[in-house]
């Protein structure tokens, strides 16, 4: 069960979420001791995952400015454990070890469709109860929520389970963009490499900077992720392994095969045979997402691979995945990914050897890219620029898509309407000019309003 390095997920620093209100972290028992870390091990899991935190917590490098930690490997059930390659580990300590410990990390764990042992449970929620931090790293998140510890909490785990646990524990608010998630006493990462990104922040949260710098530079790997610094993230297509048997599979691949053409929630109601607040339900329960979101989520990624495989423009890539105008894209683009469609093309072709040849289309595309977008901001301009002063701090893709913005049914982007401004000499009144959906279109009614993406 070894995963692909990386979350499932890449803004401009480092993805780590944090708790809009930290919690009140508890005071360690006198027993504990803030220095030890106890990482928990059990049959089946992968070695990899499993030798991040021994690496990282268990050898000495005061040498290099790295303060020490005191390991202790722990068994959470009856030994040999068995590990990916058929390999055998003996821990030298058991479950009673953890009550030492002002850290507990579990790596990883052998199957999302297996309950971890009671005893483990018990052992990890007294140690929480007690004032230990719990860190689970990858699929060690199905083990914290097993255990009750992510319940109303943010976390993460690796992209391709994220459904999985969101669907099984409803209380836990699953984000799989995310590298990492810092909870105050409940951290969560999500894949291999991320496993090693939370590692070192545990160190830079007890040392600082410059202890994680050192140790970073010992394990040759970045500080901080480099390609987070980009803007970029990686989303994926992944549901629940359970729907395979459910009636709406077929609803999701018929969906997913048709992402080109403009549907709605509406219409995927329509083929399951279900009303739309019974579908909504129905596949929220399956895949722990609202099908409008998730629908979103699938046409971002498919905009997301043209335009890392692909010569299509913005505007044609936008067509090809289904949304109404390039406006749309670029907002929800941004919402999901962090930059613009022409960004993340620009810096994922950045990383690859090119020749030059193909290093001048992409400029040349760029530009026109640019061009499109003054445009957009020179027809939309008002006479006084003093009464739209938005327009003067970005592109028009960044204004009408302003972070924050709530989502709907409908992909028309609106400005506030303006006033004291001259009625235009033929068309409709400057007042009814609202919807950004084509410059100068007018609003549309109740009836003709389009629904979805």
Do not use: N
């Not at 699929?139 to 785990?157: E, I, K, M, Q, S």
């Amino acid at each position: 069960m070894s995963q692909e390095s990386g979350s499932g997920t890449l803004t401009e620093i480092p993805s780590q979420a944090q708790s809009a209100s930290p919690r009140a972290i508890r005071k360690l028992t006198a027993r504990r001791r803030p220095e030890v870390v106890a990482v928990l091990l059990f049959s089946g899991g992968p070695i990899f995952e499993s030798s991040i935190p021994l690496s990282v917590f268990g050898i000495d490098r005061q040498d290099a400015g790295v303060p020490r930690y005191r390991l202790l490997v722990c068994a959470g059930e009856d030994g040999p454990l068995r590990t990916t390659g058929g390999l055998e580990l003996t821990a030298p300590y058991g479950l009673e070890a953890l009550s030492r410990a002002g850290t507990v990390v579990v790596p990883a764990w052998r199957s999302i469709s297996q309950a971890p042992p009671p005893e483990a449970l018990d052992a990890i929620r007294r140690a929480h109860s007690e004032g230990a931090r719990i860190i689970g790293l990858c699929t060690g998140a199905f083990v914290l929520a097993a255990a009750g510890l992510l319940d109303g909490r943010p976390a993460t785990t690796h992209w391709m389970y994220a459904p999985t646990l969101a669907k099984r524990y409803p209380s836990v608010h699953v984000d799989p963009r995310e590298l990492f998630v810092d909870d105050g006493d409940v951290l969560t990462s999500a894949g291999t490499a991320a496993g090693i990104d939370l590692c070192l922040h545990v160190v830079r949260t007890d040392h600082g900077g410059e202890a994680a710098a050192a140790l970073a530079r010992r394990l040759v790997v970045p500080p901080r992720r480099a390609d987070w610094q980009t803007g970029q993230r990686h989303l994926d297509r992944s549901l629940p392994e359970e729907i395979g048997a459910d009636p709406l599979a077929e609803v999701v691949a018929w969906a997913l095969e048709h992402l080109h053409e403009q549907f709605d929630v509406e219409a995927l109601a329509g083929r399951a045979y279900m009303s739309r607040r019974t579908f909504d339900r129905r596949f929220r329960s399956l895949t722990g997402s609202a099908p409008l979101q998730w629908l979103i989520t699938q046409r971002v990624l498919q905009a997301q691979r043209l335009l890392e495989t692909s010569d299509y423009s913005v505007d044609e890539v936008a067509g090809r995945c289904g949304f109404r105008s390039p406006v749309a894209l670029r907002g929800h683009f941004r919402r999901q990914l962090g930059s613009s469609p022409a960004s993340y093309r620009a810096a994922y072709r950045a990383r690859r050897p090119q020749d030059e040849p193909e290093r001048e289309r992409e400029r040349e595309r760029d530009h026109r890219e640019r061009d499109r977008e003054r445009e957009h901001r020179e027809r939309l301009t008002p006479a006084s620029t003093a009464e739209m002063p938005a327009l003067r701090r970005g592109p028009v893709s960044q204004i009408l898509t302003a972070p924050g913005k709530p989502e709907s049914d409908t992909y028309a982007s609106r400005v506030p309407e303006q006033s004291g401004r001259a009625e235009p000499a033929d068309g409709p009144p400057r007042s009814r000019i609202r919807t950004v959906r084509g410059v100068g279109a007018v609003a549309p009614g109740p009836r003709d309003r389009p629904v979805g993406p």
